[in-house]
C-alpha cells in the first residue's frame, strides 16, 4: 500500500471515534432511561447529599481533636439509683420523742436542756423553758420565745471538743462547703427539715443534737438505721410546737427529710427565719 494511502486511512479511522463515543454515550442514556425512575434529579441529588453528611457524622467520633476536649455528656432521661442523694429521701418509720429547751437531767434525758450542743446559753436565748405542757398556741404559755419553738434534735454534732469539724464532716455533709465559715461554727445548726405524720408535714429547723448519741452520720445523712438506744431506737427529738402540730406523743413514728429554704411552705414555722439556710 502506497505510504499516502495507509495515511488516509489513519486519519479517517481518528475522526470516526468521537462519533462512536457519542454514540456509545447515547446507548448508555437510552438504557438508563429506561431503568425505574426513583424520583426527580433533584430528589435524588438530596438523598445523595443526606447520605454524605451522615456518613460524616458517624466519622466524627474518630477524628481526633487536637485539643483534647472531652466527650459530649450522655443525657439520660431518669437518674440511676445508686446516684439518687439519700439526705434528700424519706427516712420513715423512725421513733420521734418530745424534748424541749430548759428540760431538766432525767433517765430518758441524760443531759439537761438548758444548752445545746452549739449553744450554751440556749435557754436564756430562746427566752425560757419551753414548758409541753403549759402552751400558749404553739408556743409557751406566758413568754413569746425569741427563737422558732419549731426545732428538733438529731443523733450528729459536726463541731469535735477542740472546735474543728468531724473528720467525716466534709465527706458526708451535702451541703457542707457550700455554708462552711471556720472552726466552732457548725455546718449543720439551723438546717431545715420535713417531719410527716399521717398525711400532715411539718417543717421544723435542726438546733441541738440528740437522741443519746452525737455520731450517728451513717443515719443522718446516709439513711442508715439508727443506732440502738433506751428510748426505743428513737432518731429524732421534737419540740413540743411540732408535737402539738402533727397531734402525736413520744414514741410516735414518724418521717423526716431535710429540705432547703426555698421549699418550706409558708406556715407557723417561718415566723423566725431568721437565717439565709
Known amino acids: ?152 434534735a438529731l443523733p450528729y454534732n459536726d463541731i469535735a471538743p477542740g472546735g474543728e469539724h468531724q473528720p467525716e464532716a466534709s465527706e458526708v455533709i451535702p451541703w457542707y462547703w457550700k455554708t462552711y465559715k471556720g472552726a466552732w461554727s457548725s455546718v449543720c445548726k439551723g438546717r431545715w427539715v420535713a417531719i410527716h405524720y399521717r398525711g400532715k408535714v411539718c417543717y421544723a429547723r435542726w438546733e441541738d443534737c440528740g437522741p443519746f448519741s452525737t455520731d450517728d452520720w451513717k443515719y443522718v445523712f446516709k439513711g442508715h438505721r439508727p443506732k440502738p438506744n433506751p428510748n426505743g431506737n428513737a432518731g429524732i427529738d421534737i419540740s413540743p410546737a411540732i408535737r402539738d402540730f402533727l397531734q402525736i406523743r413520744s414514741g410516735y413514728r414518724v418521717a423526716w427529710k431535710f429540705v432547703e429554704l426555698q421549699d418550706v411552705p409558708a406556715g407557723p414555722w417561718t415566723s423566725w427565719t431568721n437565717s439565709s439556710r
Open 1 to 152: 500500500m502506497e505510504p499516502q494511502q495507509h495515511l488516509r486511512k489513519t486519519l479517517a479511522h481518528i475522526l470516526m471515534m468521537p462519533r462512536l463515543i457519542v454514540l456509545g454515550f447515547t446507548a448508555a442514556c437510552s438504557i438508563s432511561h429506561a431503568a425505574p425512575d426513583h424520583g426527580s434529579i433533584e430528589n435524588r441529588i438530596a438523598k445523595l447529599h443526606d447520605q454524605f453528611l451522615e456518613n460524616r457524622r458517624a466519622a466524627i467520633p474518630d477524628i481526633i481533636c487536637p485539643f483534647d476536649t472531652p466527650a459530649l455528656a450522655v443525657i439520660v432521661d431518669d437518674i440511676p439509683k445508686t446516684w439518687k442523694n439519700p439526705v434528700d429521701q424519706w427516712r420513715r418509720g423512725i421513733t420521734a420523742t418530745v424534748f424541749w429547751v430548759g428540760e431538766k437531767a432525767s433517765e430518758r434525758n441524760p443531759t439537761p436542756n438548758n444548752a445545746s450542743s452549739w449553744d450554751p446559753h440556749w435557754q436564756s436565748n430562746y427566752g425560757g423553758i419551753d414548758s409541753p405542757s403549759h402552751r400558749s398556741g404553739h408556743n409557751p404559755a406566758g413568754f413569746t420565745p425569741k427563737l422558732t419553738p419549731f426545732y428538733i
